[in-house]
């Protein structure tokens, strides 16, 4: 007995560990804010409905008659659709009460992330595209009687009951969303004199939030994946806003690009994608400060770095790696995405010298400036893109940064997207351009939440914003289905993801450009604080080191400087510049 116990107590004790400082997975229930439609108003088919909207114990009684009550028959198909509020990873529990029939009743369930695709059957609207794929978002279920059921997850935020079974009764007590997501503490924070640029920091950092599932993936309908280029701004968000406490998910989501695609392997089966990871290990590193577990990928790492050197021609410098890829919206021109992934090569080069330096691999150091240095001998027309000018400017690569920053400014929010706009409002910060990326910031991401927005997208087409309708209404008529109608390539129509991990620049770029403050230390051992407010006349905010939270403050002088106030707790040194 004695041997049991103490089996059982070091199991214990390894689970816990391998728990501890990584907050489980929670679900929360949540009940909708609004019955948006019903298939009739005259209480025959649809009677009671905005029952969904009020509160709900969790538990059906025998003398609990208040209830939604539905019926269909030869004619009519009774239907309502309801509203939760705002986006989640999610699935449904349904209650049916008491009836005097107790077989079981058929129903159709279609989750939406918009009102259009929660209105749209893929039987019927191969046409808009609406999908199964990754995750189920229309069910066929049987509700039970005097009971409950419950409907896969996925990313919606709206969802339609259409009774499919004739001439019986279905008496629906409540329908109740199941929000699964990591309860983490925002440990990064931002606020400022404007309400909107607030509202889309929140906006980022909650779509990342809702992607931080067993993986991080980077959508919750679709795309519920690890794709290791994408990680980029996640992380990059998550170490922003979330700290030290989702480390460990960062390690198991980097973990799965090195041993799931084993070299020579491209991770995700895209070169690009690889060259992301040794950027995205050397960005952790720089926030988190773990030396052993970046020694750890030092063997995978040097490696990859003469995977990649063999793709570029020895005497030119030009990569020459087959299958590169920046985004969807350059990949058709094949020149910008060359003149991109030189410039990326570059950047991965210059990570991975770092963590050579870091690590005390001085042969890799070596090698990584000789790759650099051959690499900065071409320098191929980017056609004055906006990714591959973002790159250049990022990269060094550019002849003259400030014509390339131009480029992003003429080209204006026709060649931004979701994913690489990160990029180019860095870029245009790097060049002093700093209320120009404030005012992209607010017109780009601003535009999804004028729109109807809770999460931001996979994809925003700019040019479609000034006449589209929004996203949690129907659709006016002459007006613009942005997710329907809008988007391409492999997203086309409703395919198109509305909460994408990729999309969280905002939340980087306002904590670090606006608040100012960047590690230049490992860990955060010492930070940098260089604030740039634009027209805003304050911002304040909470920045997460492995030693404790660091406070800012940041007004203006008479003359009109940033001036910052600035909380560190013992082991963060701060400078300035």
């Known amino acids: 007995m004695k041997k049991i116990n103490l089996l059982v107590a070091l199991v214990c004790l390894c689970v816990g560990n391998a728990f501890a400082g990584s907050p489980e997975i929670i679900e929360k229930y949540v009940t909708p804010t609004r019955v948006m439609w019903t298939s009739d108003q ?7 409905a905005d029952i969904l909207t009020e509160p709900f114990s969790g538990q059906v009684a025998v003398n609990d ?13 009774a239907s309502l659709l309801i509203d939760f509020g705002k986006e989640m990873h999610a699935g449904l529990k349904i209650f049916a009460g008491i009836r005097p029939d107790n077989k079981p009743v058929s129903i159709r369930v279609t989750y939406g992330e918009s009102v259009t695709e929660a209105m749209s059957q893929i039987a019927r609207d191969g046409k808009k595209n609406p999908t199964n794929d990754h995750a189920m978002r229309e069910f066929t279920i049987q509700l039970p009687w005097l009971g409950s059921a419950t409907t896969g997850f996925s990313g919606f935020r ?3 009951i259409d009774l499919l079974d004739k001439n019986v009764e279905l ?15 925002y440990l990064g924070t931002f606020k400022c004199d404007n309400e909107r640029l607030n509202k889309i920091w929140s906006t980022a950092a909650y779509t990342v939030q809702e992607n931080m599932q067993e993986y991080i993936w980077d959508g919750i309908k679709r795309d519920r994946l690890v794709w290791l280029g994408d990680l980029n701004p996640e992380i990059l968000t998550i170490c922003n806003v979330f700290g030290p406490q989702a480390f460990d998910l960062v390690h198991k989501a980097l973990d799965f690009g090195s041993t799931g695609y084993p070299l020579p392997q491209w991770q995700n089966g895209m070169p690009s994608y690889s060259l992301w990871w040794i950027i995205n290990q050397y960005d952790l590193f720089m926030y988190e400060g773990n030396l052993p577990y970046l020694k750890a990928q030092l063997p995978y790492i040097k490696g990859l770095v003469e995977q ?8 030119t410098g030009r990569e020459k790696i087959k299958g590169g890829f920046l985004d969807w919206p350059t990949s058709p021109d094949s020149v910008v995405v060359h003149a991109g992934m030189q410039a990326l090569c570059i950047m991965t080069f210059d990570a991975a010298k770092n963590i050579g330096t870091y690590t005390g691999d001085q042969a890799l150091v070596q090698r990584c400036e000789q790759l650099i240095k051959l690499l900065r001998k ?9 990714q591959a000018s973002s790159l250049y400017v ?5 002849k003259d940064a400030k014509k390339d920053a131009q480029n992003i400014i003429n080209n204006g929010m026709d060649q931004y997207s979701t994913f690489y706009g990160y990029y180019a409002t860095e870029a245009l910060a790097r060049t002093g351009h700093y209320q120009q990326a404030l005012d992209d910031i607010s017109k780009y991401w601003g535009a999804m939440l004028d729109l109807g927005a809770t ?4 994809d925003l087409t700019y040019k479609f914003v000034a006449n589209a309708g929004r996203i949690d209404e129907f659709v006016p008529e002459g007006k613009y289905d942005i997710h329907a109608d809008g988007g391409d390539f492999c997203y086309k129509g409703l395919r198109l993801s509305l909460a994408h991990g990729w999309a969280s620049g905002p939340a980087i770029y306002l904590t670090q450009n606006v608040l100012g403050v960047r590690p230049v230390e490992p860990g955060c051992k010492t930070i940098k604080v260089t604030p740039h407010l634009g027209n805003l006349n304050w911002a304040e905010g909470t920045f997460p080191t492995p030693q404790g939270i660091v406070k800012i403050k940041v007004t203006k002088d008479a003359n009109g400087k940033a001036v910052p106030q600035v909380e560190a707790p013992a082991g963060v040194k701060v400078v300035y510049e």
């Open 42 to 48: 005259s209480g025959k088919y649809v009677k009671n």
């Open 455 to 458: 999460t931001f997208w996979e």
């Open 171 to 185: 008496d629906l007590r409540a329908v109740q969303a199941i929000h699964r997501f990591r309860d983490y503490d």
């Open 158 to 160: 709206f969802a339609r």
């Open 308 to 315: 990649v050197a063999q793709n570029i021609d020895p005497k």
């Open 378 to 386: 071409h320098r191929p027309d980017h056609h004055k893109n906006t």
């Open 65 to 77: 008659n208040h209830c939604v009550v539905m019926k269909s028959d030869d004619s009519h198909t």
């Open 394 to 398: 990022l990269s060094g690569l550019s």
